[in-house]
């Protein structure tokens, strides 16, 4: 299908539907400058395994290994500003058109671009706890005590090792995500998926709880011979177009 015919459908069946909700993955960052995981070329798998040294197991095993490399990913990722996909989906949940936002993303950029109805599935960056009393702190102090050598950074009221609040590999998944899942159960008609490859379970489950999807991704994904409408497009461009389409 032609990209302008596709975006046509895709505003038609949100038209329809009255709505829907969004799934959202690492190629909605991307535009932000973000690395993503699976892209040919440019994907983060390719360069360094995040296994290796940001997995829940690297935390409590090897800090030092966790702080010095992969926690650097964590902290580029804290530094990325929203781009004009997350904005045009925080104005499609302004026309009251995207009743909720499921996103893997841990950059905080959908909050940041005005988004409301989100679930942070994997965590975000603003903040992290100790992993003794559970007391809370900004993410900046994680980074602040990085920076300034005092690896791993400690709580200041018992001093247990702090961690960001986002999931690891090897970390259960929050209440959230269950929360997340029983809404799409109950309610979702309609599923816009943007910039995900739809490999990572359990969120890689939830296109099915859905009756009708739109796919927004630059490559194939397994759930393209289901999709009512695929968009062959970056999100940045297409959302922007999908929301000009609806206003
Ligand atoms: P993924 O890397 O597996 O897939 C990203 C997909 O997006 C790819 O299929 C790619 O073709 C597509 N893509 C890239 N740029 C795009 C663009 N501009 N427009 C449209 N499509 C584009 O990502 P995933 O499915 O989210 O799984 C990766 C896991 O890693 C997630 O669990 C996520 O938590 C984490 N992650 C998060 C970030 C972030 O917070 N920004 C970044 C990297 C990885
Ligand atoms: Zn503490």
């Known amino acids: 299908m032609e990209y ?3 975006i046509k459908q895709a505003a038609q069946l949100i038209k329809v539907h009255n709505g829907f909700y969004a799934l959202t993955g690492a190629g909605m960052s991307t535009e932000s400058g973000i690395p993503d995981f699976r892209s040919p070329g440019t994907g983060l798998w390719e360069k360094i395994d995040p296994i290796a040294t940001s997995s829940a197991e690297v935390l409590h095993r090897n800090p030092k290994l966790f702080y010095e490399v992969g926690f650097t990913r964590f902290v580029n990722i804290s530094r990325a500003e929203p781009n004009p996909g997350h904005y045009a989906l925080a104005g499609l949940e302004d026309l009251g058109l995207m009743k909720g936002l499921v996103t893997q993303n841990i950059d905080g950029l959908h ?3 005005g988004s409301k109805k989100v679930w942070e599935v994997h965590g975000h960056l603003r903040t992290g706890s100790c992993l003794g009393c559970k007391r809370r702190y900004p ?28 999931v690891l590999f090897g970390d259960q998944m929050p209440r959230l995500f269950f929360e997340a899942r029983e809404t799409l159960q109950k309610d979702c008609d309609l599923l816009l998926v943007a910039g995900s490859s739809l490999v990572v379970y359990p969120v890689a489950d939830l296109p099915r709880l859905a009756k009708h999807l739109i796919i927004i991704n630059l490559e194939p994904t397994a759930y393209d011979i289901e999709a009512d409408v695929v968009i062959r497009e970056k999100c940045g461009q297409a959302l922007t177009e999908l929301l000009s389409l609806l206003k």
Do not use: G, N, T, Y
């Not at 009221?157 to 986002?166: G, K, N």
């Open 111 to 113: 909050v940041r671009a």
């Open 4 to 6: 302008q015919e596709a």
């Open 139 to 166: 993410f900046a102090v994680l980074v602040q005590q990085v920076e300034q050598k005092s690896i791993p950074p400690l709580c200041e009221h018992c001093s247990s090792m702090l961690r960001p609040d986002v």
